[in-house]
């Protein structure tokens, strides 16, 4: 049988994905989406945890991490498994795996035995904390990053304390961060023709996302806080009260500031001395605030979207989630896409491709699915397959 690509941008690589929960899946999502050839490995069911991480494999949270994806099952801590694995890898281009650094040794599958039977194996790893370090043997958890990452020091509204984010953004951006190393390295593969080993954390893809707020520490001293829905340092630029709700304005820089402060016919802000400047504005934040809201209050939101919008103004809607996918703009981009069986709707790639775009071509494999179809193509005979499911190997 053959399996079916989501696009031929990278079905040249094979990648045996070992990961779980959701920072592994992710980065092993972008590979899929774009066509390379993924299999996703399993314990054997009555190994597996009654309740697995991530939620039941038909719930929207599996499913939407695992489309593009074939399966099968493998018992790691049996030696005739681990040696399956080790054929499977000797032929593979990448592994990805988030077990904890020592149990991967433990198992024998770790990067340095690996790459002895396989010397141009990309082989990626991601952690809570790091591969090495004080910090190497804790297991890491989105929320647990969030917080040493400084996330949550900066999320919120002042004197509120600590807010997490409301999605797993170390947990994402770990993911997306690893999946960029594994096409690096591939690339780099190319020149030199060896593999090597990727490595990122939750805790460093955390801090990274930091951006300007880690650069205003770093390179003035100067620790940010909370700042709510204002912009930390663009002001005004925040969430503003309309006739009939709320609605999101940046105003960033004089020039937008002055075609703002004219589309909502408010000169008496641009003749203020206390808002002449960026520095004034952020300054006496809460005053002109207050004010904006004062002028807001005569349109609803919808009809201060098209006024600004026609001034050259930023701003938008503040959308509930469904509210987000009945856009008229998010559906031309096709952000919500079905898969090809009919069934569920999952959240498409972000990302386009002119001549090998990627695409829904299979749904989320069911727990061992295509085991033997797997072993198949890696040269197990049926007796070989037949051997190992009696075993319970597979």
Known sequence: ???????????????????????????????????????????????????????????????????????????????????????????????????????????????????????????????????????????????????MGGLM????????????AGIPVADLTAGLFCALGILT??????????????????????????????????MDGEVPQQAGNNHPTSIPTGVFTTKDGRINIATTG????????????????????????????SQNRDALNAEIDRHLQARTTGEWVEVLNGAG???????????VFDDPQVQHLGMARPLPDGGNTLVAQPVTLSRTPSSFAARPPLAGEQTDEVLAEFGFTDQDIAALRQGKVV
Not at 313 to 323: A, L, W
């Open 254 to 281: 004089g020039r937008i500031w002055e075609r703002f402060a004219t589309a909502i016919d408010a000169p008496d802000l641009l003749d203020n001395p206390a808002y002449a400047t960026i520095a004034l504005r």
């Open 1 to 147: 049988m053959t399996f079916p690509r989501a696009s031929s941008a990278l079905s040249r690589f094979t990648v045996l994905d070992l990961t779980r929960i959701r920072s592994g899946p992710t980065a092993v999502r972008q590979l899929a989406d774009w066509g390379a050839n993924v299999i996703k490995i399993d314990a054997p069911t009555d190994l597996a945890d009654s309740e697995q991480p991530g939620g039941p494999r038909h719930g929207p949270d599996f499913q939407n991490l695992h489309r593009n994806k074939r399966a099968m099952t493998l018992n790691l801590k049996d030696p005739q498994g681990l040696a399956v694995f080790k054929r499977l890898a000797a032929q593979a281009d990448v592994i990805v795996e988030n077990f904890r650094p020592d149990v991967k040794a433990k198992l024998g599958i770790d990067y340095a035995s690996l790459r002895a039977i396989n010397p141009r194996l990309v082989y990626a790893s991601i952690s809570g904390f790091g591969q090495d370090g004080p910090y190497a043997g804790r297991p890491g958890f989105d929320q647990i990053a969030q917080g």
């Open 153 to 164: 020091s900066i999320t919120g509204e002042p004197g509120r304390g600590p807010m997490r």
């Open 313 to 323: 103004v930023p701003c938008g809607p503040i959308y509930s989630i469904d509210q």
């Open 185 to 218: 390295a591939l690339l780099e593969r190319d020149v030199s023709g060896e593999g090597q080993w990727v490595q990122t954390s939750l805790l460093q893809a955390q801090i990274f996302m930091l951006d300007f707020q880690a650069a205003r520490w770093l």
